[in-house]
């Protein structure tokens, strides 16, 4: 990609101009990320830089972990200018536990799944491919609006049973396409083996094919996690206050009181996502060396 | 040996089954294995997905509430000679006295709604003859002629126009949402009109939609093919590293990424306190950049991106770079290299991005909602309004069935060109 030692004039400008529009496009998908964090650690009530924080020394009075407190429910304030409540942490609670419980269900519905959609007998495969991944395609205001129609009528709306169905539902394509990723190339003979020495098909998924797949497993896991954990336009519609998440909360925050708490748990949210995002990527190459694939 | 092979026709396995059938047993077996697996996930899927989308179809034609509270009614509305007679018999009126009356009060009110659509003035008068009707029946002096009474309740029950407008409503099915969804209407006698001027928003919004969606997705691809195309040539090592700063929105929350364009545009925000601290504009001139239509397109394409980079990324990746060699070797200039050459092996990559961030421009929500104010709101807002504040449902279904098809449309064309199975993450 270097420039050549013999690139004209004209050449090296293009070459430059082209690296700087590149430089300003990641500038532009990165800035707007890493521009809360600081912002999130401020000393005043509005979502802003102010001048205490960009003078040089700093100045301590601007910074403080206000904002975080207030997050985290303590409130030692003497005026409060925010409301100051626990729902975030309620919201905190309630996420992780329809994400925990929508993963397991998703990642073990979307790898059995898997498992069957890449044997080679498999019928109407596209057919149900194409049914299986709908979820993720159609908008999620149509699903919404479609749910919620449905689920008036079967008393599933305003409880976490409704938004659990809901969240399985949305996240299972992910992990159906990150397991079938995973199953291509999968060397049948070593079930074959396996079984021919003896084991059961329960061993054999237990002792052979688990541990090969468990990287697209897990990724699927954690893509399914992340879809609910972020996932606003459902509980919107079908959470009550009693089935308060982050984003529902964040969405609240926005609409009615823009104050810097909403700051705070989005850097929590920028953490978590580049954890996931880490942790996604060694797993992948871990499972391309497993499987003896190296990229070029 | 040769003896024995002509005698019998077929190979047969060790069970005495001839090998045919046989193997044809163990291929169903086989089938019937891959299928089950899959079973519990399909089924689950169309019960809590895809039977709810079907409801919403559904209800975006249906019109059955309304002709079960006037069952009555419309029974004997349906013999009433219209053409000849200006004002309905004896019996309609009748019927719908007592339709009125002994209807259920939740069920008659939400009729009330619906009736108001096709004309107006149907909520009012029916309010005050149901009191009125209540009145007469707790008196115990049951009305001789139900006509005569009924007009003297109210003068609109002598209005052939409100009769005509009934119409409307007899039919079990309807078209009238999507009429409603494309700013139309039916008239008194069921012609199709445009709707009144300042009730006119769902064609604004439509035409609205598909301009952001193709505003995004040519900025998307004017920003996304020169990255893609460092990120494709460049040593492993370095695009890895630099392919973080694509994921990582990718895997960031949408509100958060939401959240972060309002902190950056609004009046006070970075990118005004930017270009005052560098002179460009004064402290006063500070530009409107959020809560308007430039927002939802600068936010939309931040947020859309990787979308254009990811797949334009995997095709440019495998283009040799011989290609543009030998194009220059033959003599081409870089430029003409470039077009010739290059860009058209780029076009599965760009096709595909154009098509998946266009497809999911249409069908965006939340950040149009946020960022969006007044005037940059997509169709999706229409949906949630319908479904949440005005408890219309059936425009909302309607509004929803057609934002369905013009996706499935796309996608349709998406299968075409990449094939919907091909979709990677990451």
């Not at chain 2, 659509?117 to 149901?130: D, F, N, P, Q, V």
């Not at chain 2, 947020?303 to 495998?318: A, E």
């Amino acid at each position: 990609m270097a420039l050549p030692s013999y690139a004209t004039p004209v050449q090296r400008t293009y070459y430059y101009a082209y690296l700087l529009i590149c430089s300003l496009v990641f500038f532009f998908l990165i800035a707007p990320l890493v521009a809360i964090i600081p912002i999130s650690f401020s000393q005043s009530p509005f979502m802003v830089f102010t001048k205490g924080m960009m003078s040089w020394p700093p100045d301590p009075e601007a910074w403080s972990l206000r904002w975080y407190r207030y997050m985290v429910g303590i409130c030692t304030d003497e005026n409060l200018t925010t409301p100051c409540s626990n729902k975030w942490m309620i919201g905190t609670v309630n996420s992780f536990f329809v994400g925990f419980v929508s993963t397991f269900f998703a990642t073990a519905l979307g790898t059995l799944a898997a498992l069957g959609l890449s044997r080679p007998h498999m019928p109407y495969k596209a057919l149900i491919m194409s049914i299986l991944i709908s979820p993720m395609i159609v908008p999620l205001i149509i699903t919404a609006a479609g749910m919620f129609f449905f689920y008036a009528k079967i008393n599933l709306v305003y409880t976490f049973t409704g938004i659990i169905l809901a969240h399985i539902a949305l996240s299972t394509p992910f992990v159906v396409i990150t397991v079938t990723a995973t199953l291509v190339g999968f060397d049948m003979n070593m079930v074959k083996a396996s079984q021919s020495l003896g084991a059961r098909p329960v061993r054999t998924f237990f002792k052979v094919i688990m541990p090969l797949i468990l990287p697209g497993v897990i990724s699927g896991a954690l893509f399914a996690f992340i879809t609910s954990f972020d996932e606003v336009v459902i509980v919107m519609f079908m959470a009550s206050l009693d089935q308060l998440t982050i984003p529902k909360q964040m969405w609240a925050g926005i609409r009615q009181e823009i104050s810097p708490v909403i700051l705070c748990m989005a850097t929590c949210l920028v953490a978590l996502s580049i954890f996931l995002l880490t942790t996604v990527e060694l797993l992948r190459r871990r499972s391309e060396k497993m499987r003896g694939i190296s990229r070029q | 040996m040769e003896d024995i092979i002509s005698t019998t026709d077929q190979i047969l396995t060790t069970d005495g089954l001839p090998l045919k059938v046989s193997l044809r047993k163990t291929e169903r077996k086989n089938k019937i294995r891959a299928f089950l697996l899959v079973f519990p996930l399909l089924l689950f899927i169309i019960v809590t997905f895809v039977v709810p989308i079907g409801d919403m179809l559904l209800r975006s034609v249906d019109d059955s509430q309304i002709n079960n509270v006037y069952a009555k009614t419309f029974e004997e509305y349906n013999k009433w000679d219209s053409e000849n007679d200006e004002l309905p018999p004896e019996a309609v009126y009748e019927a719908i006295f007592n339709d009125i009356h002994y209807g259920d009060k939740v069920q008659v009110g939400k009729a009330l709604t619906r009736m108001n659509y096709s004309k107006s003035g149907w909520k009012s008068l029916i309010k005050k003859t149901r009191r009125a009707i209540k009145k007469i029946v707790k008196s115990g002096e049951l009305p001789t002629s139900y006509k005569e009474t009924m007009i003297s309740i109210h003068e609109g029950w002598g209005d052939r126009l409100f009769w005509v407008s009934m119409k409307q409503m007899v039919n079990e099915k309807t078209v009238i949402y999507y009429w409603n969804a494309i700013d139309r209407t039916y008239d008194i006698d069921g012609n199709v009109i445009m709707q009144d001027e300042k009730r006119r928003m769902y064609i604004k919004t439509w035409i609205r939609t598909f301009k952001v969606s193709v505003y995004v997705t040519f900025f998307c691809l004017l920003l996304g093919f020169p990255v893609a195309h460092l990120l494709a040539n460049l040593p492993l090592r370095y695009s890895n590293l630099l392919m973080i700063f694509v994921l990582l929105p990718f895997w960031t929350s949408l509100l958060v990424r939401t959240t972060a364009w309002i902190v950056m545009l609004q009046q006070k925000g970075v990118i005004n306190g930017v270009l005052v601290w560098l002179g460009i504009i004064n402290d006063d001139q500070r530009i409107q950049m959020v809560y308007n239509m430039t927002g939802t397109i600068i936010a939309m394409t931040q947020i859309l991106l990787p979308f254009m980079i990811l797949p334009l990324y995997s095709v440019m990746k495998v283009i040799p770079k011989s290609h543009m060699r030998a194009a220059q070797n033959l003599g081409a200039k870089p430029v003409r290299a470039f077009i010739r050459v290059y860009l058209p092996q780029t076009v599965p990559g760009m096709s595909a991005g154009g098509l998946l961030v266009f497809v999911l421009a249409i069908g965006y929500f939340i950040t149009p909602e946020l960022v969006g104010g007044k005037d940059g709101q997509l169709i999706g807002h229409w949906i949630a309004y319908h479904l949440k504040t005005t408890l219309n449902w059936g425009l909302c279904a309607a509004i929803g069935s057609i934002l369905l098809a013009i996706m499935l449309v796309l996608y349709w064309l998406y299968n075409k060109i990449v094939g919907i199975d091909n979709i990677k993450l990451g």
